[in-house]
């Protein structure tokens, strides 16, 4: 497991899809608002489009979180890059864009961010995804160490292993399988991320006993999850950082 020669997570509060409660979800102003909220970390989520495209997107349509309408792994990059990702959450934000992922890498590095990438995948064509986002981590992202690549889609993350075995993989889970400790060996994982509400003490400390970080999401009530820290966890992943303000301060 990587943690045994390198705590990467410097952190108790990792932004989730940049401060989606602060700015609309998964954009740069989104990432901006996390880091004005005092986090170093954020999590934004990376997806597949038409002509190879990578976009950071969640849904599997464009309907809530733009102007646009239809099949998310569908639409064109020309046509993603026309949308108004950010009226729909205030007009402040009217006019923000759909990030390229190649875009948000080089605002989170502009910005000192270390980055949870989330690959969107629920199908079983990894090999469309996973090289490219890899490709791009290549050729455009600095530290490692500022670097964890998250999925739901543990084949995503296989890939990721075999084509770089030194990234700081987490598996995420909603209920924790009973075979993930397997599962996390064979990748080498360096946590395990999991919904913050699903999670038992029994398992937090299971994963901490076992050698992993343990990172939950979406945490956006500091008294659901007072109890989690006594459990092991090591970060929370949350739409407002300020509601975490105490443990930004370093």
Known sequence: ??????????????????????????????????????????????????????????????????????????????????????????????????????????????????????????????????????????DHWQDNDKLMISSFNLAALEMCYEIDGLRHLAPLYEDIPTDWQEQLESIEAYSLNCDYSRLTEAQARAVKAAGYKLLCYTANDPKKVAAHWEWGMDAVITDDPTQFAALLIN
């Open 1 to 138: 497991m990587k943690n045994e020669t390198r705590d990467i997570l410097q952190t108790k509060v990792m932004g989730h899809r940049g401060a989606a409660l602060l700015a609309p979800e998964n954009t740069l102003a989104s990432i901006r608002a996390a880091a004005d909220a005092g986090a170093t970390w954020v999590e934004i989520d990376v997806y597949l489009i038409a002509e190879g495209g990578l976009i950071i997107f969640h849904d599997d349509t464009l309907d809530r979180c733009t102007n646009g309408s239809g099949v998310t792994r569908e639409a064109r990059p020309t046509d993603v890059a026309e949308l108004d990702a950010g009226a729909w959450f205030s007009d402040e934000f009217s006019g923000e864009k759909v990030p390229t992922l190649l875009d948000a890498l080089e605002c989170i590095q502009s910005l000192n961010l270390g980055l949870n990438l989330e690959i969107k995948h629920d199908s079983a064509d990894v090999e469309n995804i996973v090289p490219a986002v890899m490709a791009m981590l290549r």
